[in-house]
């Protein structure tokens, strides 16, 4: 029988593309009925397309063999980005007051506005994140009533190239797939992954994927950080290939017999390790390779969180992805990081079910993927519209002015390509008024100076003509005077 309800999701990876379909209960647990995966490597690489046509023949055979599974059509699917176009700045925007008064809330949009509106070469805005905002010496998240004359906001702004948004969405109008909405594809995860303790106390999430490593920093329940790494488990397998091996044989030997840590007395020198019936390869040199490339990556990892964070990690750090099935990966953060709390996320938070053996596996790869699922709040099923109705992309929403607007309306969900339209069209009009105000400033600047040369001249004319009365009034007295003088 036809599933009537589901949410579907996508998530493209750097080494497949996954999808996924399941069922929301009121509980908040998911019951997953559909995956389907797909090699990416045609399309993607370290998480971005670089060949369109490839990458939505791929889409096309995922939607088709999850319509398969699910009996029913699909009508808009939600999307994960993420790979290593994204990265975070720091920004900050001050609105500076003629005088002390409250802050309200249209103040505060009036600098979020200023923010989304930054503009960075080749790239854009994604999501906007809050930090905190800076009244007087005090820091606060609310500063909405609070008497000042300057306001300083701080904003963690997530960017990714422009040229990677557009062929994404070009890829999925391609395969004639609706988009439902976009997510930030590791914001996602965090959402599922990181318990409140991990959230308020400080951590950093590493999900260590093939091709890319991502770093997220979390301190007081706010993003701080965020970068993506070009190094993942796949430099691991290319490196034992150094040995003498196809990269297929390498993989199946890290999977099987590789370690992120060894100590060196458990190490024999005449230890062998099979690559295959007709081969093996010295243990010792597999530990040093490997062991080698995991050092490289941790230390890239740390070299990443920011200083004013790493010794305010009360939540230690949190590692999911593939990677994190390594023997001794926690071993091995531990030596180079000196942090002691290592949490494996090998599974969501939420409550997961499935008749499908690759869910239940709990190894940490399906943990984007659900957590873009868990995202998902509108039915999937049914054959596409034209037009989503009540849809947040094509219709206006109302903005309550009594409060300060929000970064999104769900963790890391990416504006659409109408949003982005309408806050460049809202950008565009406050420019156009911004200059119209300060050619109406400038030619009342001319009138008061054209006025004050006026008067000026004016005032020069009096003085003179008062000069030149009172030379003529003391003639007068003087003639009078003589003919007096004479009279008598």
Same mark, same amino acid.
């Given at each position: 029988?036809?599933?009537? $309800?589901? +949410?579907?999701?996508?998530?493209?990876?750097?080494?497949?593309?996954?999808?996924?379909?399941?069922?929301?209960?009121?509980?908040?647990?998911?019951?997953?009925?559909?995956?389907?995966?797909?090699?990416?490597?045609?399309?993607?690489?370290?998480?971005?397309?670089?060949?369109?046509?490839?990458?939505?023949?791929?889409?096309?055979?995922? +939607?088709?063999?999850?319509?398969?599974?699910?009996?029913?059509? +699909?009508?808009?699917?939600?999307?994960?980005?993420?790979?290593?176009?994204?990265?975070?700045?720091?920004?900050?925007?001050?609105?500076?007051?003629?005088?002390?008064?409250?802050?309200?809330?249209?103040?505060?949009?009036?600098?979020?506005?200023?923010?989304? /509106?930054?503009?960075?070469?080749?790239?854009?805005?994604?999501?906007?994140?809050?930090?905190?905002?800076?009244?007087?010496?005090?820091?606060?998240?609310?500063?909405?009533?609070?008497?000042?004359?300057?306001?300083?906001?701080?904003?963690?702004?997530?960017?990714?190239? &422009?040229?990677?948004?557009?062929?994404?969405?070009?890829?999925?109008?391609?395969?004639?797939?609706?988009?439902?909405?976009?997510?930030?594809?590791?914001?996602?995860?965090? $959402?599922?992954?990181?318990?409140?303790?991990?959230?308020?106390?400080?951590?950093?999430?590493?999900?260590?994927?093939?091709?890319?490593?991502?770093?997220?920093?979390?301190?007081?329940?706010?993003?701080?950080?965020?970068?993506?790494?070009?190094?993942?488990?796949?430099?691991?397998?290319?490196?034992?290939?150094?040995?003498?091996?196809?990269?297929?044989?390498?993989?199946?030997?890290?999977?099987?017999?590789?370690?992120?840590?060894?100590?060196?007395?458990?190490?024999?020198?005449?230890?062998?390790?099979?690559?295959?019936?007709?081969?093996?390869?010295? /243990?010792?040199?597999?530990?040093?390779?490997?062991?080698?490339?995991?050092?490289?990556?941790?230390? /890239?990892?740390?070299?990443?969180?920011? !200083?004013?964070?790493?010794?305010?990690?009360?939540?230690?750090?949190?590692?999911?992805? !593939?990677?994190?099935?390594?023997?001794?990966?926690?071993?091995?953060?531990?030596?180079?990081?000196?942090?002691?709390?290592?949490?494996?996320?090998?599974?969501?938070?939420?409550?997961?079910?499935?008749?499908?053996?690759?869910? /239940?596996?709990?190894?940490?790869?399906?943990?984007?993927?659900?957590?873009?699922?868990?995202?998902?709040?509108?039915?999937?099923?049914?054959?596409?519209?034209?037009?989503?109705?009540? !849809?947040?992309?094509?219709?206006?929403?109302?903005?309550?002015?009594? &409060?300060?607007?929000?970064?999104?309306?769900?963790?890391?969900?990416?504006?659409?390509?109408?949003?982005?339209?309408?806050?460049?069209?809202?950008?565009?009009?406050?420019?156009?008024?911004?200059?119209?105000?300060?050619?109406?400033?400038?030619?009342?600047?001319?009138?008061?100076?054209?006025?004050?040369?006026?008067?000026?001249?004016?005032?020069?004319?009096? &003085?003179?003509?008062?000069?030149?009365?009172?030379?003529?009034?003391?003639?007068?007295?003087?003639?009078?005077?003589?003919?007096?003088?004479?009279? $008598?």
């Amino acid at each position: 029988m036809p599933a009537k $309800e589901f +949410i579907v999701a996508i998530e493209l990876g750097s080494t497949k593309i996954t999808g996924i379909a399941g069922n929301k209960k009121n509980d908040g647990s998911i019951n997953v009925i559909a995956l389907a995966e797909e090699d990416s490597t045609p399309g993607i690489r370290k998480g971005m397309v670089y060949n369109i046509d490839k990458t939505s023949q791929i889409l096309t055979t995922i +939607i088709k063999k999850l319509k398969q599974q699910l009996k029913s059509e +699909i009508s808009q699917v939600y999307v994960g980005v993420g790979g290593q176009s994204i990265r975070s700045v720091k920004n900050e925007v001050v609105k500076q007051l003629p005088e002390e008064e409250t802050i309200t809330a249209d103040m505060i949009n009036e600098i979020m506005d200023s923010n989304r /509106n930054m503009t960075y070469p080749d790239q854009e805005i994604l999501d906007a994140i809050t930090q905190e905002y800076k009244v007087g010496a005090q820091t606060q998240l609310d500063p909405v009533g609070i008497q000042a004359k300057r306001i300083e906001g701080r904003f963690l702004n997530i960017l990714q190239r &422009k040229s990677f948004y557009r062929s994404l969405n070009k890829c999925f109008d391609n395969a004639n797939i609706t988009i439902a909405e976009m997510f930030l594809a590791p914001l996602a995860m965090a $959402e599922s992954v990181l318990t409140e303790n991990e959230l308020r106390g400080g951590c950093v999430l590493i999900d260590l994927g093939a091709e890319t490593t991502t770093v997220m920093v979390y301190y007081k329940n706010i993003l701080r950080h965020l970068v993506v790494i070009p190094l993942g488990q796949n430099n691991i397998t290319k490196d034992i290939t150094t040995l003498q091996m196809e990269e297929a044989d390498a993989e199946n030997l890290k999977i099987k017999y590789a370690s992120a840590y060894t100590d060196i007395n458990d190490i024999e020198d005449d230890q062998k390790v099979p690559v295959s019936p007709e081969q093996s390869i010295d /243990n010792k040199a597999l530990v040093d390779v490997v062991e080698a490339r995991v050092q490289e990556i941790v230390e /890239n990892v740390w070299y990443q969180v920011p !200083g004013e964070y790493k010794n305010k990690l009360l939540g230690g750090m949190v590692l999911t992805g !593939g990677g994190s099935n390594m023997k001794n990966i926690k071993h091995a953060f531990r030596n180079h990081t000196h942090v002691d709390k290592i949490r494996i996320a090998s599974t969501v938070k939420q409550s997961i079910t499935s008749a499908i053996e690759e869910v /239940n596996e709990n190894n940490g790869m399906m943990n984007t993927a659900i957590g873009l699922l868990a995202l998902g709040d509108m039915n999937c099923a049914g054959t596409p519209a034209n037009k989503r109705p009540g !849809g947040l992309f094509d219709e206006e929403t109302s903005q309550n002015t009594d &409060k300060p607007q929000t970064n999104t309306q769900q963790p890391g969900r990416v504006l659409s390509a109408a949003e982005r339209k309408a806050m460049e069209d809202k950008a565009q009009l406050e420019r156009e008024k911004a200059a119209l105000e300060d050619e109406r400033r400038k030619l009342e600047q001319m009138r008061l100076q054209a006025e004050q040369k006026r008067l000026e001249e004016e005032t020069n004319k009096a &003085k003179k003509k008062s000069r030149f009365g009172k030379i003529i009034d003391s003639l007068k007295d003087f003639g009078q005077r003589v003919i007096r003088e004479e009279e $008598e």
